[in-house]
């Protein structure tokens, strides 16, 4: 059992298993007390009982669908509302191979109602709590994906971007308002996200897929460092500060007057 104590609760959302319910045993074991979201109440309730004894902490269950606007709004309207609620991990998402041309459109349209209208109202909802409190944590998870649009379809790291930028914005609204906002950019994590996509993570090269414990131990510590970007398995931080740096250095010249003399030939 963790002697921090008081930590405030934290909500997770995917958090019956994967990535979600390994977030949920690592604030557990911080002090966190636990309101875990889901649709999948049986597996909810057995995780629930699980870190009420190993880790004595209080622990809810949820079952709500994202998807749905009446489970989205639920779980929006007990992040604006509780006080007691300093941490959102916003963590529920999903993937879906196959490419714009050949996939049915109504499982993206599906997808992005989870990972970016579902992440858009719970960031939102918790940074207007957050904010009134005067303190809080909101961790959006995304992927690498966001950065490499090649790898995958378009479409899921679409989404993803989408969380980056959500996260970027977002944290130049609160920062100075007591509110730390950190997303995640995961490389390939060994989670059920393969199966469900219809990739196979027997399909995934070992060398590139990390286990899910070693993927949110060092989130965490990128949290604890103070990071706004995490990448855990870039190995030299100053890879992404280029990056971020280059595409400050092109911002001045991203909206002008007058077009490019190369467009004016």
Known sequence: MSEQKHQGVALITG????????????????????????????????LAAQLREQAGVKVEVLKADLTDKAGLSRVAQRLRSDAAISVLVNNAGVAISGSLLDTDLDRFDAMIQLNVVAVTHLAAAAAANFVAQGRGTIINIASVLALAP????????????????????????????????????????????????????????????????????????????????????????????????????????????????????
Request: no cysteine; net charge negative; glycine share 8%.
């Open 150 to 265: 090649e790898m995958f379809n378009g479409t899921y790291s679409g989404t993803k971007a989408f969380v980056l930028n959500l996260s970027q914005s977002l944290n130049s609204e609160v920062k100075d308002k007591g509110v730390r906002v950190q997303v995640v950019l995961p490389g390939a994590t060994r989670t059920e996200i393969w199966e469900r996509s219809g990739t196979g993570i027997e399909n995934i090269p070992q060398e590139i897929l990390m286990d899910v414990g070693e993927m949110v131990d060092a989130a965490l510590a990128g949290l604890d460092q103070g990071e706004l970007v995490t990448i855990p398995s870039l190995p030299e931080k100053e890879d992404w500060d280029r990056f971020t740096a280059a595409r400050f250095h092109m911002a001045p010249n991203l909206s002008r007057s007058s077009a490019a003399d190369r467009y004016k030939a």
């Open 15 to 46: 958090a019956s298993t994967g990535i979600g319910a390994t977030y949920a045993k690592r604030l557990a074991e911080r002090g966190h007390d636990l309101l875990l979201v889901a649709r999948d109440q049986n597996r909810l309730e057995a």
